[in-house]
Structure formats: C-alpha cells, structure tokens
C-alpha cells in the first residue's frame, strides 16, 4: 500500500501548514517501513521562502514532478495572489485528477476550490478566511478541526493540518498505524494555562 505526498509550496505558504503534515507522513512512513514517501514542488524546483521566513527546497517542478497518490496545500496569506496563479491552479486540477486523496490546510482551500476541486463538497478553512470560502459558493464549516468528503479532505488553520494528516494516516493504514505516528511524535497538545 505505498503511496507518495506531494507536498505543493509557493512563495509565501504558511509553515506549520505543511511542516506539522510533513512530519506526520513521514513519521508514518518510519511506522510503516517506507509505506509512504514525501516530497516537496514548487512552480519551479529551489528555494522557496515561506511566510515567516524559513526557506525551503522544492524537490521538483510542477513541470517534472512525479505522480502522487495524496497531495497537501497549505495555505497562508499568499494564497490570495496564488489564487490567480495559472500554472498553480492547472497544476492543482491536473494532480488533484490523478490522486487517491487531495488535502488542504488553512487557505489551501481557496486554492483548491480556484482548481474545481471542491466542487458540490464541503469544505473548511482558518477561521479568518471562513467568510472568503464561503464567498466563493463552497459549503463551508465553521467550528471543525477537518471536513471529510471521501477523496478531498480540508482543515481549519495552522495546526489542524496534523489533526487532519493523523486521520488520514488512520483511513489508509489503520488506526494502529495513526496511534504509533501519535505516539512517536508525542502529539498530545495540551495548551499552558493562562489563568
């Protein structure tokens, strides 16, 4: 049951959007034995510098990369220029065409419904873009950590992408698999206290 990420960055995406993702996967790979392989595109192969400043490689163009059976969008503030992005929204349509599961973290899903993939579903988003989503005619969640549709799945904002990646770790390999990748990345938020 191998399967590849495919992990969509631009100038400006959002970090935990796809970092907390990343780890997921890739842990689970590490569970799995190699089950699952990450790698990163961009528009063009390199560096890309993400919201806050970290730079990143994108292992391939959207030109050469490979085929993917799940793809991650984060999202971030650029998603409102990337919107209007040809190149990125073809790319999303044409991999979103051959993948077993399409997945969106934050404003991702600007992104993706720009690409027709949310089409007819239900969707969600960062808390702050839910009337934006909602604005484009897609059915959107407010209060929910992801939205489940089957092959497209959506997060709310920033951290919920770990969430979501768990779960799908979970429908794929099992909810053994998603426990041991919990458990390896000791991912059981408890927030501090402020009062």
Same mark, same amino acid.
């Given at each position: 049951?191998?399967k590849a990420v ?5 100038? =400006? %995406?959002?970090? /935990?959007?796809?970092?907390? !993702?990343?780890? $997921? ?7 799995? #034995? ?15 510098? *993400?919201?806050?400043? @970290? ?14 059976? +799940?793809? /991650?969008? !984060? ?10 992005? !040809? ?9 979103? %065409? #051959? ?6 973290? *934050?404003?991702?899903?600007?992104? /993706?419904?720009?690409?027709?993939? @949310? ?9 702050? %873009? ?6 484009? =005619?897609?059915?959107? /969640? ?8 089957? #092959? ?9 992408? +770990?969430?979501?990646?768990?779960? $799908?770790? =979970?429908? +794929?390999?099992?909810?053994e698999v998603a ?11 408890? !927030?501090?206290?402020?009062?």
């Amino acid at each position: 049951m191998a399967k590849a990420v495919a992990f969509v960055l631009f100038e =400006g %995406a959002e970090e /935990l959007d796809f970092v907390g !993702p990343w780890e $997921v996967f890739t842990m689970a790979g590490m569970v799995t #034995r190699g089950d699952i392989t990450a790698f990163t595109v961009a528009e063009k192969a390199g560096l890309v510098k *993400c919201a806050k400043g @970290l730079q990143v490689v994108a292992d391939y163009a959207f030109d050469d990369c490979p085929s993917a059976e +799940i793809i /991650l969008v !984060p999202g971030g503030m650029a998603t409102r220029v990337q919107v209007d992005n !040809p190149a990125l929204i073809a790319f999303l349509a044409r991999m979103d %065409a #051959r993948a077993d599961y399409t997945t969106s973290v *934050c404003t991702g899903a600007l992104l /993706l419904e720009r690409a027709g993939v @949310l089409k007819g579903l239900k969707a969600t988003t960062h808390w702050g %873009a839910i009337e934006e989503l909602k604005a484009t =005619g897609t059915e959107t /969640l407010e209060n929910t950590r992801f939205v489940d549709n089957g #092959r497209v799945i959506t997060s709310s904002g920033v951290s919920a992408g +770990i969430d979501m990646s768990l779960h $799908v770790v =979970g429908k +794929i390999w099992g909810a053994e698999v998603a426990r041991a990748t919990q458990k390896y990345m000791e991912y059981y938020p408890e !927030p501090p206290r402020w009062d």
